[in-house]
């Protein structure tokens, strides 16, 4: 296969590079199929927000996207899923170096029981690719910087993560996932477990973050899906009777203000609207 | 997935409808007795549907509230966010009609005691009946949600503009022919804009439910003009 490039180098984009293509993706889980036939794209530096009721199939879709269906071991996958032209899922590719390049911010802020910086200087370090010292001194406070952080905390780098705002760990992990250097971060409901003002620096930081990554979220709250995403992917649970089981699919995918302005499909329309759940 | 939510705020969505539709009668319902007063001459009609045309102001101020309630209370998305938008501007145009059938009836106290030439009367007839269909077509498409019909209230209109042309082409013969004052004829030409006027509401509320109906927007015919001007450049 082809090398994978170097996250960002080709991203300064006037055309919007495609970052993934998906093409016909299902994952199997042993008892059903949690998603079937889905095709999508996503550009570099747009944030594509995934909605759709529980049981939809887009967290599985999202984790897709760094491989962390492979975890499970009786996850089947099939169709193709294009990270930068190249097959994600081929067999010589190290899902480790996926996940470096394609990271994630879950749902609960999840701080190692560590230093805020060491929080920040875990990844780097297990890669080996950053020197300790000064190296590592810039790299934990531009990736702070980055994630709105390093204001509130640069006088105690040193005291425990475990110690700060449930939204500050946020953004800890958020600063945790870009001091790797990834192309992709991708966001599984992160502000769900937050109030409101810390919701609102985590969208603020989502915008200024799309200038250099290109971000995925998953979320349950269409409002913030409206506010931040470029575009907008709905998914929906459909019920096989034959098997009498159920299966995530794609509805529709296009410019969020199209998406919540004058959806096409009226499966779309009824959940966005709130009519049927 | 079937099972419907939200039958709280379809109520609400169902009262700005009716709303509208009760606006839009009343107004409907004032075109025939504003005409049939200025024609016989007739003042206290007159100063009834002056006085009544505040009543239409205050339905349309409490509809408008009700609308913001909506938006900032429900957060209406997709469908319900056009509907409410939708009804927004169509207030706007049903308020702006009734307030011609008021420029109409203060028009007819300063024509009094003139008599109204046969002639013209009788044209002037005609475009109040016109208005008053298209404004009930109007009202029809919302109710049906016939984007079909919304979009041929643009062709329909164009009887009530050539009838426009016809009444004060005949209006300024009558003062030619010294049986019009200037001042009664000015008045006649300016209530014939005021009809005509009331059927280009009837087409904007037409363009609106083709809004809420379809999503389309009449700007967009304007926007995509110019984008080709700009690209023949």
Redesign the interface.
């Known amino acids: 296969m082809e090398p994978l490039t170097q996250p960002n180098e080709k991203t300064i984009a006037t055309t919007r590079p495609k970052i993934f293509e998906v093409t016909n993706l299902n994952v199997y889980y042993p008892d059903f199929r949690a998603i079937r036939d889905v095709s999508l794209n996503v550009a570099a530096n747009e944030i594509t927000a995934f909605i759709g009721p529980s049981g939809c199939g887009k967290t599985t879709m999202l984790r897709s996207f760094n491989r962390m269906n492979d975890l499970i071991p009786t996850a089947k996958i099939t169709g193709t899923l294009l990270y930068r032209g190249a097959d994600l899922y081929n067999k010589t590719v190290d899902p480790v170096e996926v996940r470096r390049r394609i990271g994630m911010v879950f749902q609960k802020p999840n701080p190692f029981p560590k230093s805020i910086y060491d929080n920040v200087a875990y990844g780097p370090r297990i890669s080996g690719k950053v020197k300790k010292g000064t190296e590592m001194d810039d790299l934990v406070e531009s990736s702070l910087r980055k994630a709105a952080l390093w204001e509130e905390v640069k006088d105690r780098l040193k005291s425990s993560a475990l110690g700060m705002s449930g939204g500050q760990q946020q953004r800890l992990c958020i600063a945790r996932a870009i001091a790797t250097n990834p192309d992709v971060v991708l966001m599984d409901e992160p502000c769900s477990a937050l109030d409101p003002i810390a919701t609102g620096k985590i969208e603020e930081l989502m915008t200024q973050l799309k200038k250099e990554y290109t971000i995925l979220i998953v979320t349950h709250n269409?409002?913030q899906a409206?506010r931040v995403s470029d575009r907008t992917a709905f998914f929906s649970?459909e019920v096989e009777e034959e098997h009498d089981s159920r299966t995530g699919v794609l509805v529709e995918e296009g410019p969020t203000e199209k998406i919540?302005?004058?959806?096409n499909d009226q499966r779309?329309?009824n959940y966005?609207?709130?009519?049927?759940? | 997935?079937?099972?419907?939510?939200?039958s709280t705020?379809d109520e609400e969505l169902e009262a700005i409808k009716s709303g509208i539709l009760i606006m839009s009668n009343m107004v409907v319902e004032t075109i025939p007795k504003g005409t049939e007063a200025l024609l016989e001459g007739n003042l206290t009609t007159a100063q009834e549907i002056i006085e009544a045309d505040d009543e239409l102001d205050a339905l349309s101020v409490s509809l408008e509230d009700r609308c913001y309630q909506i938006l900032t209370l429900q957060?209406?998305?997709?469908?319900?966010?056009?509907a409410v938008m939708g009804a927004l501007w169509m207030n706007n145009e049903i308020e702006r009609a009734g307030d011609l059938m008021t420029n109409i009836a203060k028009a007819t106290r300063r024509i009094f005691p003139e008599k109204i030439p046969e002639v013209v009367s009788s044209l002037i007839q005609n475009m109040s009946n016109e208005a008053q269909r298209l404004l009930n077509l109007s009202s029809e498409s919302y109710l049906q949600g016939d984007s079909g019909l919304a979009a041929a209230l643009d062709d329909i209109d164009d009887r009530l503009d050539d009838l426009n042309v016809e009444t004060v082409e005949a209006i300024f013969e009558k003062h030619n022919d010294k049986n019009l004052t200037l001042n009664v004829a000015v008045q006649l030409a300016l209530i014939c804009r005021y009809y005509e006027r009331i059927g280009d509401h009837a087409v904007n509320i037409g363009e609106r439910v083709r809004y809420i109906v379809?999503?389309w927007t009449a700007e967009r015919t304007g926007a995509a003009r110019l984008t080709d001007r700009q690209k023949n450049k």
């Not at chain 1, 966005?272 to 759940?277: C, E, P, S, V």
């Not at chain 2, 997935?1 to 939200?6: D, G, K, N, Q, S």
């Open positions: 269409m409002q409206a649970v919540f302005s004058n959806p779309t329309e966005i609207t709130g009519r049927f759940g | 997935m079937t099972e419907p939510l939200r705020f957060q209406p998305l997709a469908g319900d966010l056009r379809d999503g």
